[in-house]
């Protein structure tokens, strides 16, 4: 038996709407699934938890956040292969608009409108940034559109990731940031969360860094070219999520007994696939349709379950119309992959002998513009099963035979039982 794990980011939009962008779409492959399939619902990091990307697909994955997961900064490093060992500060990144005298932001990603090529360069501007009088040293790289990652180094002591976020958007509790759904437009200023050198540092460091960046950006030939386009500059840049030490995790097939792929978009994602040693399937995202990256996905997907025992497939699409507030474009995302990824896959690969995961890493409800806490449905499909036959949270809570899961790493453990109980078989 094989496993096709398929993760659409951010599809989810919880109960507190009257019907959900899973609801509303029309994605007759997917229900085609649910009809032959049982559901569930999962809360991917904990109740009351409105978790990013990554801490939720390391859950995902079958690793419990608690145990394993040192910071979101580590991760992102490691997918864009930045040299980063224990006490170093690795931070994620993003390119902000900001009044520069008041701090106050104007847009968290400078409009959505940062082209990649402008964000390497604004980026090598800040590379290689001398921090406390030369002691210290920022790597500053930009990854996809406006996002990036920070690593700093201190020529004569440790950092601590024991500090807080300059994003206001996210609170830090333990390694965790949890989204806030509301709070105060202007950069923050980074403190240490315990009282030692170290976190003092690591928060000086970022305050400085934040500071001098502001300075450079502002008034950078790629922003002034972009004022004078119409375009919000990209002149500042938010951090949050530091760690101060490389994730600690055993590979995937030790854990699981079986090779598994990946085929990701975003870094971060690619960070997780690293640490985890899955076999990182490679996609081209930029400069071409969404059809284009889809069907690409879906053709190489299949193609790698002739190899590999499993693949895991994270979607992007639905998440960044959920942080707009644009109900239609989430059902457009959603309607999307169900045509040109799963339209395309289901036709080359065995069903009777594929398994088929499909969930979100999170809730993104267009109505709050924002990650919930909300629990997301999960839906495990094979031929041999019998399901509601439509996909989306209310089925999935009307229908619970898998039960609300209490956090994603017990996915993995519950559908090999399943498959072992109900199909009589194993994944490998």
Known sequence: MRLLYVVLDGAADGFDVGRSSLALSRKPFIDSLAGSGVCGLVYTVGRGVAPESDVAVLSLLGYDPSRYYTGRGPLEALGAGIDFVDGWLAVRANFATVEPGSRRIIDRRAGR????????????????????????????????????????????????????????????????????????????????????????????????????????LDKHPVNEQRRRKGLLPANA??????????????????????????????????????????????????????????????????????????????????????????????????????????????????????????TSDHATPWYMKSHSSDPVPLLVSHPNLKGPGKFHEQACRENLELGILEGGYKILPTVIQLVREKLGSQIK
């Open 113 to 216: 409108s940062l082209t990649s090529a402008e964000a390497r360069e604004l980026a090598e501007a800040l590379d290689g940034m001398k921090l406390d009088n030369g002691d210290a040293v920022a790597r500053f790289k930009a990854t996809i559109g406006h996002r990036a990652v920070l690593v700093i180094r201190h020529s004569k002591m440790r950092l601590s990731a024991e500090i807080t976020n300059t994003d206001p958007a996210y609170e830090r509790i333990g390694f965790i940031s949890h989204a806030r759904q509301k709070y105060e437009p202007y950069i923050q200023t980074a403190k240490p969360l315990r009282d030692t050198p170290e976190a003092r540092k690591a928060a000086e460091l970022v305050n400085e860094f934040t500071e001098k960046t502001i300075k450079i």
């Open 237 to 358: 840049v938010l951090l949050r999520d530091a760690g101060d030490r490389p994730p600690q995790t055993e590979p995937f097939q030790e854990k699981y007994g079986f090779p598994m792929a990946s085929i990701v978009e975003m870094i971060v994602e690619r960070g997780i696939a690293k640490a985890l040693q899955l076999h990182d399937i490679q996609v081209k995202v930029e400069g071409r349709t969404k059809k284009e990256i889809l069907i690409e996905e879906a053709e190489k997907a299949a193609k790698a379950l002739e190899k590999y025992a499993g693949i895991y497939v994270h979607l992007k699409g639905p998440d960044e119309p959920g942080h707009d507030g644009d109900l239609q474009g989430k059902i457009k995302a959603i309607e999307e992959i169900d045509k040109y990824f799963f339209g395309t896959i289901l036709d080359h690969i065995d069903r009777d002998n594929t398994v088929i995961i499909i």
